[in-house]
């Protein structure tokens, strides 16, 4: 995403003084990376859209607040999988699934050829998944969150997460094998 650093740099110099074709450009690197995030959690391509303008929206008025302690990447990432998740507040979609700590026990299940499976398929998969499960997989999964980053999105204690990240890879294995089945049977 941020390959061409100096470009970027420059770019938020630009947007920092309110240069329209600078907010514009610095949009078109980023509008679909960070669509993909929103859609992931909401499952809505309208709500993913408009929260997308509002995200930039938010970036573009508090432009002095981004002071590169990381990357415009990933502060506009956590900007957006915020306005996500306050949005699933909002619609009341998201219910606030508090877990009891389970102890990790290791159990062998039955083993997926992963050579087999498609990007779009998991995905699918993932997609069907209940809220909570999904929210966890997809920070850390496909956002590259850590445990104690998502626990501080979420507000999850960490060992909240843990046991929801392992339950979730769990559930996702079983649904992918029954597809894999389904598959196998009727060759869809």
């Not at 949009?27 to 408009?50: G, P, Q, S, T, W």
């Not at 009341?92 to 398929?121: H, Q, T």
């Not at 997609?127 to 590259?144: A, D, P, T």
Request: hydrophobic letters at 35%.
């Amino acid at each position: 995403m941020e390959t061409n650093q100096p470009h970027i740099t420059n770019l938020l110099e630009r947007c920092k003084k309110q240069d329209k074709n600078a907010q514009l450009e610095l949009y078109k690197c980023y509008y679909k990376a960070m669509y993909n995030v929103a859609y992931r959690i909401l499952k809505d391509e309208f709500e993913a859209e408009d929260l997308m303008q509002e995200a930039f929206l938010t970036v573009f008025t508090k432009m002095q607040m981004y002071k590169g302690e990381v990357t415009f990447g990933a502060w506009l990432k956590r900007i957006v999988i915020n306005k996500s998740l306050t949005q699933l507040k909002k619609n009341n979609r998201y219910l606030d699934v508090k877990m009891e700590v389970v102890p990790y026990d290791e159990v062998e299940d039955e083993a997926i050829d992963y050579r087999g499976l498609k990007g779009s398929a998991v995905l699918k998969c993932l997609q069907g998944l209940k809220e909570n499960y999904r929210i966890v997989l997809n920070l850390h999964l496909i956002e590259g969150y850590d445990y104690e980053e998502i626990s501080q999105i979420l507000d999850y204690t960490n060992e909240n997460v843990r046991t929801t990240v392992s339950r979730a890879k769990k559930k996702l294995k079983q649904v992918l094998l029954a597809d894999n089945i389904q598959t196998q049977i009727y060759g869809r």
